[in-house]
């Protein structure tokens, strides 16, 4: 599995765990298109397949309250702009790991 399918499938585990918005996060993720950059990925989700999920209007841009959390310090973090996912954040290493080493837990 490459860099990005990992990124996608640690995405979609992420996006299982329950909270404000998941529901809306996962159909986003059947419409998004992910980009690989230094840190992680870019998301890009077509709005015209998929709506928006909830978010503060004080707040647009978010951490979602969810995280994956892998092998030593290696950390996940979803972002979301205006109740889009927008950023796949990857901390303490420089590729996405195998899935299913992953831990999901509340942020």
Partial sequence: ???????????????DFDFPGAE????????????????????EVDRSRAGRAPYDDQC????????????????VWLHG????????ELLNARRFPDPATVRVRSA
């Fill in 1 to 15: 599995m490459d860099d990005l399918a990992q990124a996608r499938e640690i995405v979609a585990r992420m996006l």
């Fill in 60 to 75: 647009p841009a978010a951490r979602l309250d969810v995280e994956g959390a892998g092998h030593g310090k290696l950390l």
């Fill in 81 to 88: 702009f205006e109740g889009y996912l927008d950023d796949v």
């Fill in 24 to 43: 809306a996060y996962r159909l986003q993720l059947r419409a998004a298109r992910l980009t690989r950059h230094e840190t992680g990925c870019a998301v």
